[in-house]
Nanobody, 122 residues
Framework: VQLQASGGGTVQAGGSLRLGCAASGRTFSSYSVGWFRQAPGKEREFVSTISQSGGTTRYTDSVKGRFTVSRDNAKNMVYLQMNSLKPDDAAVYYC????????????????WGQGTQVTVSS
């Protein structure tokens, strides 16, 4: 499966953005999808993940209550709705896919899209 992330941009603190991850392939519904982010000088970190059906989601503690992950398998899309953005959320955001259930580690995923930049001004 090939992935392409989009929707990044510049927003003021407290604002919102919705990222999208478009996937190719007819078996997308058999993949769980994760969102990761990487700020300059830092390691890539887990943000959120969603199961193949969308029935199970996970979030890193720092985004719980502010971010929501969802998917539309009919459109081969996964979304990350980001609300109440903070300067610490600024990073390049990546989507990744893996066959099987949820993963929260970079090494769990072998299909990665290119990143999309999120900038949050204070």
């Amino acid at each position: 499966v090939q992935l392409q992330a989009s929707g990044g941009g510049t927003v003021q603190a407290g604002g919102s953005l919705r990222l999208g991850c478009a996937a190719s392939g007819r078996t997308f519904s058999s993949y769980s999808v994760g969102w990761f982010r990487q700020a300059p000088g830092k390691e890539r970190e887990f943000v959120s993940t969603i199961s193949q059906s969308g029935g199970t989601t996970r979030y890193t503690d720092s985004v719980k209550g502010r971010f929501t992950v969802s998917r539309d398998n009919a459109k081969n899309m996964v979304y990350l709705q980001m609300n109440s953005l903070k300067p610490d959320d600024a990073a390049v955001y990546y989507c990744a896919a893996r066959k099987g259930f949820l993963g929260s580690q970079v090494r769990d995923y072998d299909n990665w899209g290119q990143g999309t930049q999120v900038t949050v001004s204070s």
